[in-house]
């Protein structure tokens, strides 16, 4: 149950300009670094990482480490809800500068790429949120977990076939934060076996000297057809 100091607590956290600011950019659904949000309010990193350790201590956001880098999200969809109650009522938030553009510079990076045995990048985070919208995957934090409904739709395509690995020391999907979009892509087995599956059936090739990947007219087709998920080739 709420209390009055405790509802205080959260006001004061979100009512300070820079603050509310980072909470703003952080609406896009993307992970950012502190030195971006600093960037998004206009103050100094240093100043920027006291503020997130504020609103982190009341709960509005939450960090995750990866790499060098600590990427910095809202910690529900319960929190963006409410910030965008505020923002209603306020009539919209300008922020003191554009938000940042993440991610490599390269266009085929950002498209489709490899991380490490998965599917990231734009198409890696599509077929995440296709995968999610239509109940196949739960993700929610820093797990995720496959429907029944999704354990069927990835066998009927021949895409994962369970039971292979008797020591199950490999979770079934988890969520990868993607590093140019900033939002989620699957790795685990499920990652695995998508990335595995679209090489096979040529809706991918690599980029010689490169993780990118090109998207072939047939994964145009593919992608669409098994995960609704629209992509342009090249």
């Given amino acids: 149950m709420a209390t009055s100091n405790r509802i205080a607590e959260i006001a004061a956290a979100v009512g300070e300009p820079a603050r509310a600011a980072m909470l703003a950019a952080l609406m896009d659904g993307r ?31 939450s960090a995750e480490k990866q790499g060098r880098h600590r990427y ?51 198409l890696g985070v599509s077929i995440a949120d296709a995968l999610r919208a239509s109940g196949a995957v739960e993700i929610e934090g820093d797990a995720a977990a496959l429907s029944k409904a999704g354990r069927a739709q990835m066998q009927a395509l021949g895409i994962l076939q369970f039971g292979a690995d008797p020591r199950g020391t490999r979770p079934v999907c988890r969520p990868c934060l993607d590093w140019s979009e900033r939002r989620p892509h699957l790795a685990g087995a499920l990652g695995a076996a998508i990335c595995a599956h679209a090489l096979d059936q040529a809706w991918v090739r690599r980029r010689p000297g490169t993780r990118a990947l090109e998207i072939t007219p047939a994964g145009r087709i593919g992608f669409r057809q098994a995960f609704g998920v629209e992509m342009r080739a090249g």
Avoid: F, K, N, W
């Fill in 31 to 61: 992970a950012l670094t502190a030195t971006e949000l600093a960037e998004v309010a206009a103050i100094t990193a240093q100043t920027a990482s006291g503020h997130l350790a504020r609103l982190a201590t009341v709960g509005l956001i």
């Fill in 72 to 122: 910095h999200r809202l910690a529900s969809a319960e929190v963006a809800r409410m910030i965008e109650s505020v923002m209603q009522i306020a009539g919209g938030v300008t922020l003191a500068r554009p938000l940042p553009r993440t991610g490599p510079r390269d266009a085929a990076l950002r498209q489709a790429r490899t991380c490490y045995d998965h599917l990231a990048g734009a």
